[in-house]
Structure formats: structure tokens, C-alpha cells
């Protein structure tokens, strides 16, 4: 098989994987619940809602898990109920005030591996659990997770990548898969107080205006996040699939549909790329930049033979329906 043919091959599998499906079904969601239509200070399409609140912004999140994941890995789902809700804060530059929780199992029993994970995160990231919804009698186990926090005057945000800037990626590599789901877990059995300081690494960033557009990785992995980023900011781009940082022993195609726990893609002005490098060099977390914005409004990536394929063309389409053009943009 040739390079070209190879590139295609991921091009399409970034297209057809089923993170970025999910992503997909954002576009109806919003069109139907109006929300281009209201005046908001952030528009809808962030991993938060950011709502002015003083001198800052109060931030908003919640995240739903697929029952077959409650299922298969309850422990890990209530894990990731503080986990993934604090990285949606960290991404818009902020710090996580509380989370609560809704939770439906069939008894009791079902319930308290996924307490156990929600109890070990939240200690962990101290982060307090502060109230919730609970039923022990439903007929499949349901978890949701929602989560308050907090932001400066400067945001992260997915509408203020511009046509020039770097795109950075950032991801904690000392972790392994939760076989055979696609998580890469670089959080469960790490000390807390390194957690808690790989977080505080966002706001940072925004506080000290080193970059003003982020997002993090998501079940679309990393190009598909990336393709949520450029949609939202209405820009495009060139990502150079080699430059992604990875385990030495994941295959490439498996790592561009991977979720990992700790992993962010950011805009940066290209004057101030070393800076973000080195920031989440001395926290050990791998970072690098991986491509270049333009005014396109086409994403593509290219691998290390030089060939190059388009993956998603937003002026054909959208993809959440949240860009500049999109349902959900600001008014």
C-alpha cells in the first residue's frame, strides 16, 4: 500500500470514527434549540458554558456517559465524571468549584463502583462532590456529571483561533489504553498533586495571554477535535500527522482515535509557541506544534511522505454547526 493510500485511509477513518459521529449529531441539537438566536457573551460550541459573573466568568459543564461504558468499566465511568468535566473547565482557562452527579443503577451494589470513582477523583483533584440526583431502583445504569468553576477576564475559548497561529498539542504520555476501549489513561494511580498542578497549566496559560483559543481532546480524538476548533473559529488548516506526539508503541491510526486523560490543542501566536512548549515541558507532558491556521476553512492533514488530503471542507458543510457561518455562532 502506498503513503497516499495510506493518508486517505486515516483521512476517512477520522471521518467515520465514532467519537466524531457523536459530534456530528451537535449540529441538529443546536439548530433545533434555537441557540444562534440568543445573545450570549460566549457562543455555543465550548466545552463550557461561560457566563460574566464580576471581574470573570462563572463556567458551566456537564457530560453524560453511554450506558455500555457504565456497564463495562463502572469504576472508570465515575472516574472520568470529575475527570472529563474538569479538563472541559481547565480548556476554557478555568478552575473547577464543584461538581454534582445524577446516577441511576439497579440497586445498590451497581451503584457503589461508580461512587468509588467519583469518591477517588474528586479526592484526588480536590474537587468537592456537592449534591446530585440518585436512584437505585432504574433498569440500566445511567451516570451524568456536571461541574461549576470559575475564569478569569481572559477565556480559552474554540472562536478565537486566527488564520496564522500554531496549532499546539499536549498530551500526558505516561499513561496506557484501558484495553480494548480507546482511553488512554494517564490519571488513574498518578499523584493528586500533579494532577491538580497539569490542570492549573490552562488557566496559567490564559491568565498570562499566551494563547486565547483551546479545546480539549474528546472522544474525536485529536485531528477531530481540531476540526471542532477550526469550525468554531471559522478558520482552517494543515496538521502534520508526524508531528503529533505519541507512545512509541501505538500505531498511528489507532492514537489519531484515542481520548486521552490529560490532552488539549491550543492557538498559539507563533512568538509565543516556545513559551507554551516549554510550560508543559517542565511538567513532563509532551507538547509540540503540529500545524499552521490559515483563512481556508478547509482542514487537511499530511503525513511524513509529504502527501496531503483534505479531511473536512466547511464551506461545503458543517460539522457541529457551531461556526462563524453555524447555527450556534454569536449574532
Known amino acids: 500500500m502506498t503513503v497516499a493510500l495510506d493518508i486517505q485511509a486515516l483521512a476517512g477513518q477520522i471521518r467515520d470514527a465514532r467519537g466524531l459521529g457523536h459530534k ?32 470573570g466568568h462563572l463556567l458551566f459543564a456537564i457530560e453524560g456517559f453511554l450506558d455500555g461504558f457504565v456497564a463495562a468499566d463502572p469504576y472508570f465511568a465515575g472516574y472520568c465524571g470529575i475527570m472529563v468535566n474538569l479538563s472541559d473547565v481547565a480548556a476554557m482557562g478555568g478552575r473547577p468549584l464543584a461538581v454534582v452527579d445524577a446516577l441511576w443503577s439497579r440497586d445498590a451494589a451497581g451503584a457503589d463502583p461508580i461512587l468509588a470513582g467519583l469518591s ?6 480536590g474537587v468537592p462532590v456537592v449534591g446530585g440526583h440518585t436512584n437505585t431502583r432504574a433498569a440500566c445504569g445511567n451516570l451524568a456529571v456536571a461541574v461549576l468553576g470559575r475564569a478569569g477576564p481572559r477565556l480559552l475559548t474554540s472562536f478565537d483561533a486566527a488564520p496564522g497561529d500554531d496549532l499546539v498539542v499536549a498530551i500526558d504520555l505516561r499513561g496506557r489504553f484501558r484495553e480494548p476501549h480507546p482511553y488512554w489513561d494517564a490519571s488513574t494511580g498518578s499523584p493528586g498533586e500533579r494532577l491538580r498542578g497539569d490542570l492549573a497549566l490552562l488557566p496559567s496559560l490564559a491568565e498570562d495571554g499566551l494563547a486565547c483559543a483551546a479545546k480539549d481532546i474528546s472522544m474525536a480524538g485529536v485531528v477531530g477535535t481540531a476540526l471542532m476548533l477550526l469550525e468554531c473559529s471559522g478558520v482552517g488548516g494543515l496538521i502534520e500527522l508526524d508531528a503529533i506526539p505519541r507512545p512509541e508503541h501505538v500505531p498511528l491510526a489507532r492514537w489519531l482515535t484515542a481520548f486521552p486523560s490529560f490532552g488539549y490543542l491550543l492557538s498559539v501566536r507563533p512568538d509565543r509557541t516556545p513559551s507554551v512548549l516549554a510550560r508543559f515541558a517542565e511538567r513532563g507532558i509532551a507538547a509540540a506544534g503540529i500545524g499552521r491556521l490559515d483563512a481556508s476553512r478547509v482542514a ?20 457541529i454547526g457551531c461556526g462563524q457561518d453555524g447555527a450556534g455562532a454569536a449574532s
Open 120 to 125: 477517588d477523583a474528586a479526592a484526588l483533584y
Open 24 to 55: 456530528r449529531d451537535i449540529d441538529a441539537v443546536v439548530a433545533r434549540l434555537g441557540l444562534g438566536s440568543r445573545h450570549v457573551a460566549v457562543p455555543v460550541g465550548d466545552d463550557c458554558a461561560a457566563i460574566p459573573d464580576g471581574d
Open 300 to 319: 487537511r492533514v499530511r503525513g511524513g511522505a509529504g502527501d496531503e488530503v483534505m479531511v473536512w471542507d466547511f464551506v461545503a458543510g458543517p460539522l
